[in-house]
């Protein structure tokens, strides 16, 4: 017992240390808390409520003079720091339909899918996912780090390669560690070194091109086109990561293939339902039937995590249909997007990426993005800093997210308050 306390109180120190360490180099990563639905305006939890509900303490604009307390009670703020592309995560009828399923499948299945976790609700979704992408099958699984987590390892063998663009999601990189295939790793979005990779990887039985289509820390789109050339020329498979365009981009919302003009000619396609789709977890792959069937035999994220909540499946299956019925939902943010870009670019800003609602803008240095983000709060935006190792070393940023919901009033006090803080901090001249 006394040993174990000494090594209890070792960890301790040594945890403590490195917290300390991280708080020190500025790039922390504090929760706030939100006492409000997900939207593009917020109420954060704050001090006790006063007679009129409003919250002491919490920071929003515009400040409204409240008789219960000494201070002015903020009416909201404005968030541009969620994934909730399209607005559907407050969707009224998004929220219905989770609750029409809770009340007729309950609350959660209690198991795995193979066991007793699958309802029908499952199936008509996997059917939905299909064939809003246009492919033979789809398999459901709890996030889209999951099946990332679940694909490479029981799809590759090490008679197999796998070429990885540099900048992929983490849950890219680690589903690949996972696996026993040859790895490649090219430039970001550098087609002359993935050429050389192919060029080197010809050796091995399969070949599999991995990339995001849309890259979440810097707003930029994979080139599909090119991507699918060179797998045409080298005889390679294409999978891509679409969590970051899934419902949003091209004419239907289908995504970056759908864009870029190449949906027959990538094989596998890895999303989210936690994004654009509804807002609330889960994810899946959708590719051709025999992989979804080796998937449900093989995959162990799937197999040994119970199955998605029949409230999460009527939300996705819900803002599907919505997309499917009419294109206008995908469409309506492209304004939206090139309005902050173009004001904020303007003001003087560097925004990376291009013609993407995740629109970040590049400060590179960690405690900077941090402190501007506070402040840009106490102005009534909810925006957060991204650093190390979120994003590399000295690329520090403020990523701003555009949703559909953003009214151009919501966009434009942004962009002031972008303009006020960053000549305070010297970020500006």
Not at 63 to 75: E, G, K, M, Q
Not at 340 to 361: E, L, N, Q, W
Request: overall charge neutral.
């Amino acid at each position: 017992r006394a040993a174990s306390g000494a090594a209890a109180a070792q960890l301790r120190r040594r945890l403590e240390s490195e917290l300390e360490d991280i708080r020190g180099a500025g790039t922390w990563k504090s929760e706030r808390v939100i006492a409000s639905r997900q939207g593009p305006h917020l109420r954060l939890a704050g001090g006790g409520a006063g007679a009129c509900g409003g919250e002491e303490g919490s920071r929003c604009l515009p400040p409204v003079p409240c008789p219960c307390f000494s201070l002015s009670v903020p009416a909201g703020i404005i968030n541009f720091c969620a994934n909730n592309y399209l607005g559907l995560s407050s969707h009224p009828e998004v929220i219905r339909a989770a609750v029409e399923a809770l009340e007729k499948f309950g609350a959660g299945l209690s198991s795995v899918r193979f066991i007793c976790g699958t309802q029908s609700i499952h199936k008509d979704l996997e059917e939905k996912i299909a064939r809003f992408h246009q492919r033979e099958d789809a398999i459901l699984y709890a996030s889209c780090f999951d099946a990332n987590a679940g694909i490479f390892e029981a799809l590759l063998t090490p008679e197999d390669a796998v070429l990885s663009d540099e900048l992929n999601h983490a849950s890219i990189i680690d589903g690949i560690r996972l696996c026993k295939a040859n790895k490649y790793r090219y430039k970001h979005m550098d087609m002359q070194d993935l050429e050389a990779k192919l060029k080197e990887a010809q050796k091995h039985r399969l070949r599999l091109v991995a990339t995001d289509g849309a890259f979440s820390m810097d707003g930029d789109i994979a080139p599909l086109r090119e991507i699918c050339q060179l797998a045409h020329k080298y005889d390679a498979l294409v999978f891509i990561d679409e969590c970051h365009a899934t419902g949003f981009l091209g004419p239907n919302g289908r995504g970056t293939d759908e864009l870029l003009g190449v949906m027959d000619k990538v094989t596998i396609i890895n999303s989210t339902l936690g994004k654009a789709l509804g807002g609330a977890a889960g994810g899946y792959t959708t590719g051709p039937k025999p992989l979804i069937d080796l998937l449900r035999q093989r995959s162990r994220p799937y197999l040994f995590s119970n199955s998605l909540p029949p409230a999460v499946v009527g939300c996705a299956s819900k803002a599907l249909d919505l997309l499917m019925e009419s294109n206008a939902i995908a469409q309506s943010m492209a304004a939206k997007t090139q309005r902050f870009r173009s004001k904020m670019t303007a003001a003087g800003f560097t925004i990376s990426g291009k013609d993407h609602p995740i629109c970040p803008v590049m400060l590179g240095d960690a405690r900077l993005a941090s402190v501007m983000a506070e402040d840009m709060l106490n102005r009534g935006i909810y925006v957060i800093g991204f650093s190390y190792p979120v994003v590399p070393k000295g690329k520090a940023r403020i990523r701003v997210q555009i949703s559909a919901v953003h009214s151009d009033e919501d966009i434009d006090r942004c962009v002031h308050a972008f303009t006020e803080v960053g000549r305070k901090h010297g970020a500006l001249p």
